[in-house]
């Protein structure tokens, strides 16, 4: 069936309450819910448990399959990706990709109308891998064997899948509002004015879709439905506050001297490795000669939430988070998302809107107003730049003026832009001009042993969030997603290679570029429509096309 209209009303409710200490996931008043919000700025401190909230479309989360079932209401997130097929034995779960970091332009008139920086494109840029977790979708069983593909199962054959995460190692670029102002808000923002930071995130899903039943309410309230393991990569490898939601603080996401900070430009070394006690994610920045970590322990504060439909309990499990599989295929999914790899990289596109006009955004501390009402676009304002200003609308959500930038001083809002009319739609995107625009994120293939992965897939979310696609039928899809006002958006970005950005054969995200050597026929290189498998209350399974997906042979050579 079609997907319901989108419904932004919630928003002003919903949204507050990811700042919360007791986050409400559904069903709590208006009232109730900005009192929380309200008590949340006014008493907020370093040791106040604090979370993010998923269901109100943080920008650190994975997308869900369907989420209009799965939270009540429409979260989206836009995840243009290319993902890496090997069956060499580690492909899954042991892999190393060399970076190039983004460099912006220059600060002076960072309102200039055809000026962009890296935070107005892409809230995080990250790399992502399938793993093992006992309390999450689809709670049919309780063991995980780690770094097997044992762990592939189709849900057309049966829903006894092995209950999985997601883990995302998120890049943050410098500059606009800072952590953890906008990142508790709604997900990903800037850790400092001028240097880019890193966090290991590993996402869960509290739901078992045979019995169609949910966590109880009380838990997400506490911990969320989809919830969210988080640590920043420090210089010591420790975290610098307790991982898991039920523990996490505000010290969990405020940056701090013992995190690893890195340069514009800089080339990265980015290594993922399983461990005794977990996924260990490295980097080493070659050009500063730093290096930073962080492994998904319970050392760390990583935890399971017990699965607990019935009652009011809440418990913390300490877990170390595992690789689920041992290779990279279409068959090593995540069943609960609407992407369908294992292994690939991501940016996170399309939560940023401009907000310009005589009436100032109010200054907040969460994007949270005194009254518990999230900040919007003043209606007096006008959303876009240039030639696609236009008076503000119903995406434009949590909003920071100017004058809280350390650097950038730019107006902006941070909400998913169902609208697809934000920064990321325009051509804002990296083509070769740095003076106005920045440089792309760079990044190898992937390597397990030396050895390159054979085959990459480029993988749009784009039927996921579009609100004019049918999932079931495939009616209404577009490769290019639709304005709010009926048009195709101005811009889609996209994914080229080039040979520049050192280690050999080097992918980017953006515009064409000076010196690529192919951008696989640009908005083409999507593919078509790819079908993915979901189990059914009951048990049953049913396709839903998630995707637009194009496999092709890797074409970076073997090194």
Same mark, same amino acid.
């Given at each position: ?110 309102? @200039? ?17 399938? +793993? ?20 592939? /199962? ?12 997601? +883990?995302?190692?998120?890049?943050? =670029? ?53 919830? /969210? ?16 939601? /039920? ?112 009436? =100032?955004? =109010? ?14 676009? =003043? ?48 051509? /804002? ?78 992918? @980017? ?12 026929? @640009? ?37």
């Amino acid at each position: 069936m079609t997907k319901p209209v989108r419904s932004w009303m919630y928003v002003a409710a919903a949204g507050a309450v990811a700042i919360a200490p007791v986050v409400a996931t559904s069903g709590p008043t208006q009232a109730a819910t900005h009192a929380v919000a309200h008590a949340a700025v006014k008493h907020v401190n370093m040791s106040r448990h604090m979370h993010v909230d998923c269901s109100t479309a943080a920008a650190m989360c994975a997308e869900v399959a369907n989420s209009d079932e799965a939270f009540g209401h429409y979260v989206g997130h836009d995840e243009p990706s290319l993902a890496f097929y090997s069956n060499k034995p580690g492909s899954g779960n042991h892999m190393s990709y060399n970076v190039t970091l983004p460099v912006d332009p220059s600060a002076s008139n960072p309102n @200039q109308v055809n000026k962009s920086y890296a935070f107005e494109l892409a809230g995080s840029d990250w790399f992502g891998m399938a +793993m093992c977790d006992t309390q999450s979708y689809p709670e049919q069983i309780k063991t995980c064997k780690p770094d097997s593909d044992s762990n592939i /199962l189709n849900p057309a054959v049966s829903p006894k899948h092995a209950g999985t995460a997601f +883990m995302e190692m998120q890049f943050y =670029p410098p500059g606009w509002i800072q952590w953890p102002t906008w990142a508790v808000a709604v997900g990903a923002s800037s850790c400092d004015p001028s240097k880019w930071c890193a966090a290991l995130n590993i996402d869960s899903f509290s739901v078992n879709p045979v019995t169609n039943k949910a966590q109880n309410q009380t838990c997400q309230a506490k911990a969320g439905l989809e919830y /969210l393991n988080f640590a920043f990569i420090t210089k010591n490898g420790k975290s610098t506050g307790p991982a898991n939601p /039920l523990q996490s603080t505000l010290a969990t996401f405020t940056p701090s001297s013992k995190d690893l900070f890195m340069n514009p430009g800089d080339h990265l070394k980015v290594a993922f490795g399983d461990t005794a006690n977990g996924l260990k994610v490295t980097i080493n920045d070659l050009s500063t000669g730093q290096s930073g970590s962080m492994t998904a322990s319970k050392a760390n504060g990583f935890a399971q939430i017990k699965f607990a439909p019935n009652g009011t309990s809440c418990q913390g499990i300490p877990y170390n988070f595992h690789p689920m599989y041992r290779t990279s295929s279409t068959k090593t999914r995540v069943t609960w998302t609407s992407h369908g790899f294992n292994v690939g990289f991501d940016s996170e596109i399309g939560h940023f809107q401009f907000c310009t006009g005589p009436k =100032p955004i =109010p200054a907040t501390e969460f994007g949270v107003l005194p009254n518990g009402n999230v900040t919007v676009c =003043p209606k007096a304002d006008n959303e876009g730049r240039g030639p696609n200003v236009q008076p503000s609308d119903g995406d434009d959500f949590f909003c920071f003026p100017a004058k809280e930038a350390p650097r950038l001083k730019v107006a902006g809002c941070t909400f998913t832009n169902v609208g697809f009319d934000g920064a990321s739609y325009q051509r /804002l995107w990296p083509n070769g001009n740095t003076k106005i625009h920045p440089t792309p994120f760079q990044f190898s293939s992937p390597t397990t042993g030396g050895q390159q992965y054979r085959q990459a897939a480029f993988e749009a979310d784009l039927p996921a969030v579009e609100g004019t696609c049918d999932i079931i039928t495939g009616n209404g899809c577009t490769l290019i997603p639709q304005t709010d006002s009926g048009e195709p958006a101005t811009f889609y970005p996209f994914f080229s290679d080039t040979k520049k950005g050192g280690g050999g054969c080097i992918w @980017q995200f953006g515009n064409d570029v000076p010196g690529e050597i192919s951008n696989f026929g @640009q908005n083409g290189q999507w593919g078509t429509l790819t079908p993915f498998d979901y189990t059914n209350p009951g048990g049953s399974s049913s396709n839903q096309f998630q995707v637009f997906r194009n496999i092709i042979p890797n074409p970076c050579p073997q090194a």
